[in-house]
């Protein structure tokens, strides 16, 4: 069994299933900048559900990177195992054990698990000391973000995505009442289902994101169950169809609309929310931008518009 190179524990006044959540909400990690100096990014997980990011921290004129994963350990511990870069084959692993009788609090305890040459940070090699402080700094990090957190929930700027995107969808409302506001309605949130379950099943940030779509840019107000609902409709016509045969039927209404490109922003939203975006999402994204006649180098500015947007850097 190996032992920590160095420890930390703090007591946070949540329950505990919602301080867990935090920890692994990684979008959560990114657009609330909870980390002092840290850059964080998604990358392509090399493996379906991977959660791989890469976090930089700028010292001065010097910039140091690595690239870890977030895992799932045993008896629901975090674990942070770092997979490239300069503390390559390094881990951290935080517990989550309830106490004060009623389980409304929550003590973690961090540990880091380091290599023979010890662990790296800004300008160099840690001492045990330093690495402590390190452990605990990012404890305390985390029990700051906690404050108003909803598990769940999308992270970023969601909203200040969508609304630059309402006059257009309401110009085509408006070009025939009725059918014409039906069919807004649905191909907009067909565009954000597809995307969603195109690695599988939507997750409830994604839903969360749905929801806020219906709400900005259709005027409505869907229930949980209603979502629910619509993308299981939508599953299972992509099962039927293939995501392929279906992104070109969406792409084909939302152009007929007028609505292409805001279909498509719809569509990356869903996409950049909770866990960045996987292979199969960037293939349905492709393929409906594509059926839009809207070039790869277009959907990945858009992508990148919407990620700095997120982040509440546009």
């Excluded at 518009?305 to 546009?314: M, N, P, R, V, Y």
């Amino acid at each position: 069994m190996d032992t920590p190179a160095a420890k930390a524990a703090i007591e946070i006044d949540k329950p505990t299933d919602v301080v867990w959540a935090q920890f692994f909400d990684l979008d959560h990690a990114i657009r609330g900048r909870i980390h002092h100096g840290v850059t964080l990014r998604w990358l392509p997980p090399t493996a379906p559900g991977e959660r791989r990011m890469e976090q930089e921290v700028k010292m001065m004129t010097r910039s140091h990177v690595d690239v870890f994963v977030v895992e799932d350990g045993e008896n629901g511990a975090w674990v942070k195992r770092f997979v490239d870069g300069p503390n390559k084959g390094a881990r951290f692993v935080a517990t989550f054990t309830p106490t004060g009788g009623t389980g409304r609090t929550t003590r973690v305890v961090m540990e880091a698990y380091v290599g023979p040459t010890g662990f790296y940070a800004g300008l160099g090699k840690l001492s045990l000391l330093g690495l402590e402080k390190a452990l605990q700094k990012t404890l305390e990090e985390h029990r700051r973000s906690l404050d108003g957190y909803e598990p769940g929930r999308a992270r970023g700027a969601v909203k200040a995505v969508l609304e630059p995107m309402q006059g257009e969808v309401v110009a085509a409302r408006a070009r025939d009442e009725g059918l014409q506001m039906r069919a807004v309605m649905t191909n907009l949130l067909e565009a954000a289902c597809v995307v969603a379950v195109a690695s599988g099943s939507a997750d409830d940030a994604e839903r969360d994101v749905i929801r806020e779509v219906a709400s900005t840019l259709c005027f409505l107000d869907l229930e949980p169950a209603a979502i629910d609902k619509m993308i299981a409709n939508v599953g299972a016509a992509v099962a039927k169809d293939g995501v392929e045969q279906r992104c070109d039927k969406v792409a084909a209404r939302l152009s007929a609309l007028g609505l292409g490109e805001v279909g498509l922003g719809v569509a990356a939203l869903v996409a950049q929310v909770s866990h960045g975006i996987d292979a199969p999402e960037l293939q349905a994204l492709s393929r409906l931008a594509g059926a839009l006649g809207i070039s790869e180098n277009t959907l990945t500015d858009l992508l990148h518009k919407i990620d700095q947007a997120l982040s509440g850097a546009a």
